[in-house]
């Protein structure tokens, strides 16, 4: 089976590698040459690690090398059996992308998008045959992250999404299957962690680094505000804009102020040496309080703002039970699905504190959402 590639950056390359190692033909393309060029190095790099380590034979990483072509031209991509796009999160490109593939790929070619937030059912009207459409979303870095979410369009074939999923299982992915709407599952169901705990912030109610320790205590393996130094503020930040718009600016997922300063000044995070932390050389990371009813005030408010909704996202029927859970462990690495947390904790005491928090502030932010009501 020949796998077509279009977009050579991080997501892309990782897709490449994982196709190619599982022994598919793999055509990589990218508009411009020096950015190829520095995938095949980068390849060429982690194969060589991945031998030094163990973890692959030189033979196998000189057949996985040897199964990518790198190319600028699409005409190449004629008789795979399967693209995957991977190229920059803009609705009208990826439109525009899907037609002209459309015009070069057999009948038979499934058409995918790597989009993490942008709608397939919208991307699928581009083609003539929009019935091949699908979402196949992997996490980054794709190598190392089990989690693919496989979303089918309003137009796409079931048969298509199930090909797919039992596709992704033969390259040791987890694959889940989840409604095009807006976030998918993880973009949707973790906002919370990152909401509410701005949220708390902003209400002076705990600082950065006693958020993200009560967090880790509860199995979390970063706090909220480590985790988007790590991803960067701005790509969170946009993630959340872009949900909140989605969603008709539901106030459930209405972005903090505290975050949209940060990425006006350029906070980042890691990547620009400053963001909720100060990474310059010379600073040191601030102590959390020790403060025990403090942190469980914290945890116990960001947890079920999660499981709510973890639980609306199940009343919806974004994705079943089993794939709700699945996609928060393996994809964001959740100590706990939130679906079984939920129940560990027992539903009356979760609606209990959604209520405490509605009745307090008032607000439609903190609504239960009606798959938890009893």
Avoid at 87 to 105: A, H, P, Q, T
Wanted: proline share 4%; glycine share 6%.
């Amino acid at each position: 089976m020949k796998i077509g590639i279009i977009g050579s950056g991080a997501m892309g390359s990782g897709i490449a590698q994982i196709a190619a190692t599982a022994g598919h033909d793999v055509v990589l393309i990218d508009t411009r040459e020096e950015a190829l060029a520095k995938s095949k190095s980068n390849f060429e790099s982690t194969f060589s690690k991945l031998i030094e380590k163990g973890k692959m034979t030189e033979e196998a990483a000189k057949t996985a090398l040897s199964k990518i072509t790198y190319s600028t031209q699409n005409d190449l991509l004629k008789d795979a059996s399967l693209i995957i796009e991977a190229i920059v999160e803009n609705l009208d490109v990826k439109k525009k992308l899907f037609s002209e593939i459309e015009s070069i790929v057999s009948d038979t070619c499934i058409l995918a998008s790597n989009t993490s937030s942008l709608s397939i059912t919208a991307i699928a009207s581009a083609c003539k045959k929009p019935s091949r459409v699908v979402g196949i979303h992997f996490f980054n870095p794709v190598p190392l992250m089990p989690l693919t979410e496989i979303i089918p369009a309003l137009q796409t074939d079931h048969a298509i999404a199930l090909q797919c999923r039992d596709l992704v299982k033969t390259w040791a992915k987890v694959p889940v299957i989840c409604r095009d709407t807006p976030g998918f599952i993880v973009n949707r169901v973790a906002r919370p962690y990152y909401s509410e705990a701005l949220r708390i912030y902003d209400e002076g109610l705990a600082d950065f680094a006693t958020i993200d320790q009560a967090m880790r205590e509860q199995g979390f393996r970063m706090g909220p505000f480590e985790l988007m130094d790590l991803i960067g503020s701005d790509v969170n930040y946009a993630v959340t804009e872009s949900v909140f718009s989605a969603f008709y600016y539901d106030p459930r997922y209405k972005p903090s102020i505290t975050q949209k300063k940060l990425t006006e000044a350029g906070w980042f995070g890691k990547k620009s040496g400053r963001g909720y932390y100060n990474y310059a050389e010379g600073s040191s990371m601030p102590s959390p309080k020790d403060d025990a009813a403090l942190k469980t005030m914290i945890s116990d408010r960001v947890i079920t703002m999660l499981i709510n909704e973890a639980y609306d996202a199940l009343y919806l029927q974004v994705a079943n039970a089993e794939d709700l859970d699945l996609a928060m462990t393996k994809g964001v690495n959740y100590p706990k699905g939130l679906i079984a947390w939920g129940k560990e904790l027992g539903l009356e005491t979760v609606r209990q504190r959604m209520q405490r928090l509605y009745d307090f502030y008032n607000e439609d932010r903190y609504r239960m959402s009606p798959g938890l009501r009893g």
